[in-house]
């Protein structure tokens, strides 16, 4: 696999990242299988994946333990992501917003001892917190990277303002936020500051939460529990518009004789190259088709015909106060 910087001054990573959190919250299947889980992430490595992206509230906790004992041996070989700011650990532990320095120091402490390492790769802010000065985070992050915990810190769902305001207290190496064929908010305000600035941008929920891999016509299958079951863009006639939407990707890739959601990746990856999408699975066959869209070469009709798709019926949460526009 190819491998790009992430941002300025990041890590060295495969143009390509993997998603933990379905291996142990929110989807259908999660906790099934951890063996099955540790082979994929060993894959992963193999393939030159090596941008592994978890986060303390996928569990919660159970997801970095997971990722800690599958990295037993192969530390080296993984460049490690994880998140902070969605766990109240000054409280009761129920999630909730705290990007206050107590906070910090109380969460990275607890996933250095699950991740089974002496530091972290990218230190996230998960969400942020509208009562703590965006300064304070920071400075709390600049001290860990001093100590030699952290090696970079990123943003997650910031706005242009935060990301301006977080960058000059200490250099950001990455912004995580949804990105893909059909969520395309970044493009407007959020892509030109973090290419000004050098920052990297990672997107999560690159194939649609799974809708643009084309597989997904129905609800069927999923459990009661799963995230998308409450998620507007699979419900009722929205699910069907949608359905219309991937109808398209689906024929591009029939032309090129490769799956729609190689496709949706590529397109992503045809983006810029300072962009390092985390697909998500749980499953070898699934990483190895999405690795291999890192050789997909999308011509200018390819990318004029995604790039003209109509935005997806259906807002990206339920609730879109659990994110920072």
């Given at each position: ?33 951890d063996a ?111 100590e030699g ?137 699934y990483l ?38």
């Amino acid at each position: 696999m190819r491998t790009t910087t992430l941002g300025t001054n990041g890590p060295t990573v495969g143009r390509i990242g993997l998603g933990l959190m379905g291996m142990s919250a929110f989807y259908t299947g999660k906790g099934q299988d951890d063996a099955e889980s540790i082979h994929t992430i060993h894959r992963a490595l193999d393939l030159g994946v090596t941008l592994l992206d978890t986060a303390e509230m996928y569990g919660p906790f159970i997801n970095e333990e997971l990722l800690g004992r599958a990295l037993l041996g192969r530390r080296d070989e993984a460049v490690i992501a994880t998140k902070f700011g969605t766990l109240l650990h000054r409280g009761d532990g129920s999630y909730g917003r705290d990007g206050s320095p107590e906070n910090i120091r109380i969460s990275v402490e607890g996933s250095l001892t699950r991740l089974g390492t002496d530091h972290i790769d990218v230190y996230y802010q998960h969400r942020m917190d509208p009562n703590v000065p965006i300064e304070d985070t920071v400075g709390e992050c600049a001290a860990l990277i001093a100590e030699g915990k952290i090696l970079g810190y990123g943003l997650s769902e910031a706005s242009a303002q935060t990301i301006r305001r977080a960058h000059a207290v200490h250099p950001v190496t990455a912004l995580q936020s949804e990105y893909s064929l059909w969520t395309r908010d970044v493009e407007a305000s959020i892509l030109p500051v973090v290419r000004e600035l050098g920052i990297g941008l990672v997107p999560y929920s690159p194939l649609g939460r799974g809708f643009l891999t084309g597989t997904i016509r129905s609800l069927d299958g999923f459990d009661e529990a799963d995230f998308r079951r409450n998620n507007p863009r699979f419900e009722g006639e929205n699910l069907e518009a949608n359905i219309r939407i991937v109808e398209q990707v689906d024929a591009v890739a029939a032309s090129l004789g490769v799956t729609a959601g190689q496709v949706a990746l590529a397109w992503l990856l045809a983006q810029g190259d300072d962009i390092v999408p985390i697909p998500g699975t749980k499953r070898v066959s699934y990483l190895e088709e999405n690795a291999a869209a890192d050789g997909v070469v999308l011509n200018p009709e390819h990318l004029a015909t995604l790039g003209a798709l109509e935005a997806p019926a259906g807002a990206r949460y339920a609730d879109m106060s659990s994110v920072e526009g």
